[in-house]
C-alpha cells in the first residue's frame, strides 16, 4: 500500500483535506466525484462552513482515497459491524502499490463516472465487478494478466451462484464445464 500521509494526522478534519488537495494538485471537482458528494460540499467542508461528515460512508472514502485510516479522522466512529477486506482487494492493493501509484494516481485512470465505485471496491464496501469487461478494466490499469484476475472473478461468481440458492455440489459437473470454457475464453 502507498506510503501513509502521516505528516496529517494531527490537523483537524477539514485541514487535512485541504492540504491533501494542495500536496497532490487536486482539484475540488475530481475529489467530490471520488468520495460521491457535491462540489459545493467540498467547499464548504474545506472552508468550514459545515461541520465535517459524521458519516461513516464519506468518512471512509476521503480515507482511502487519501491513503490513510479513517480512525485518523476524530469524527470517524467506527460502525458496529466490521468491513471485510476480501482477497480480491487485497490482490488489486498489492498491484497498486507494486506498481508505486498512490489511490488518487490510480482513481484519475478511470473515467470520472466510474471513480466513486473504485473507490467502494477499494474500502471493502462493494465487491469486484462481476462483468468480466468491467474487471479487466481494471486490471489493465494495474497491469494484472487475465489468467490472474479469473480466479477472483470465478471465486466472486462461485459465492454469488451458491449464496443465491444454487446447490454446487449436486450442479458440480454443469458449474465446472462452465468455468472451464470461461477459463479457455479469457486465454484467448
Given at each position: 500500500?502507498?506510503?501513509?500521509?502521516?505528516?496529517?494526522?494531527?490537523?483537524?478534519?477539514?485541514?487535512?483535506?485541504a492540504?491533501?488537495?494542495?500536496?497532490?494538485?487536486?482539484?475540488?471537482k475530481?475529489?467530490?466525484?471520488?468520495?460521491?458528494?457535491?462540489?459545493?460540499?467540498?467547499?464548504?467542508?474545506?472552508?468550514?462552513?459545515?461541520?465535517?461528515?459524521?458519516?461513516?460512508?464519506?468518512?471512509?472514502?476521503?480515507?482511502?482515497?487519501?491513503?490513510?485510516?479513517?480512525?485518523?479522522?476524530?469524527?470517524?466512529?467506527?460502525?458496529?459491524?466490521?468491513?471485510?477486506?476480501d482477497?480480491?482487494?487485497?490482490?488489486?492493493?498489492?498491484k497498486?502499490?507494486?506498481?508505486?501509484?498512490?489511490?488518487?494516481?490510480?482513481?484519475?485512470?478511470?473515467?470520472?463516472k466510474?471513480?466513486?465505485?473504485?473507490?467502494?471496491?477499494?474500502?471493502?464496501?462493494?465487491?469486484?465487478?462481476?462483468?468480466?469487461?468491467?474487471?479487466?478494466?481494471?486490471a489493465?490499469?494495474?497491469?494484472?494478466?487475465?489468467?490472474?484476475?479469473?480466479?477472483?472473478?470465478?471465486?466472486?461468481?462461485?459465492?454469488?451462484?451458491?449464496?443465491?440458492?444454487?446447490?454446487?455440489?449436486?450442479?458440480?459437473?454443469?458449474?465446472?464445464?462452465?468455468?472451464?470454457?470461461?477459463?479457455?475464453?479469457?486465454?484467448k
Amino acid at each position: 500500500m502507498p506510503a501513509k500521509n502521516k505528516s496529517i494526522v494531527n490537523l483537524k478534519s477539514s485541514e487535512k483535506v485541504a492540504l491533501f488537495l494542495e500536496r497532490n494538485n487536486l482539484h475540488k471537482k475530481d475529489f467530490a466525484e471520488m468520495i460521491g458528494v457535491t462540489l459545493s460540499y467540498v467547499y464548504n467542508l474545506i472552508d468550514n462552513a459545515i461541520p465535517f461528515s459524521t458519516r461513516s460512508t464519506t468518512i471512509e472514502r476521503i480515507a482511502t482515497v487519501m491513503d490513510v485510516e479513517p480512525e485518523e479522522f476524530d469524527e470517524y466512529k467506527i460502525p458496529q459491524e466490521p468491513i471485510l477486506i476480501d482477497d480480491s482487494v487485497e490482490f488489486l492493493r498489492e498491484k497498486q502499490h507494486e506498481k508505486n501509484l498512490s489511490t488518487v494516481q490510480f482513481l484519475k485512470a478511470f473515467p470520472r463516472k466510474k471513480r466513486l465505485e473504485i473507490v467502494d471496491i477499494l474500502r471493502g464496501a462493494s465487491p469486484i465487478p462481476l462483468d468480466w469487461k468491467e474487471l479487466t478494466l481494471i486490471a489493465q490499469v494495474l497491469d494484472i494478466r487475465n489468467e490472474d484476475i479469473y480466479p477472483y472473478w470465478e471465486a466472486r461468481l462461485r459465492n454469488l451462484m451458491q449464496a443465491a440458492g444454487v446447490n454446487m455440489q449436486s450442479n458440480a459437473g454443469l458449474i465446472n464445464t462452465m468455468f472451464s470454457c470461461a477459463r479457455e475464453y479469457i486465454e484467448k
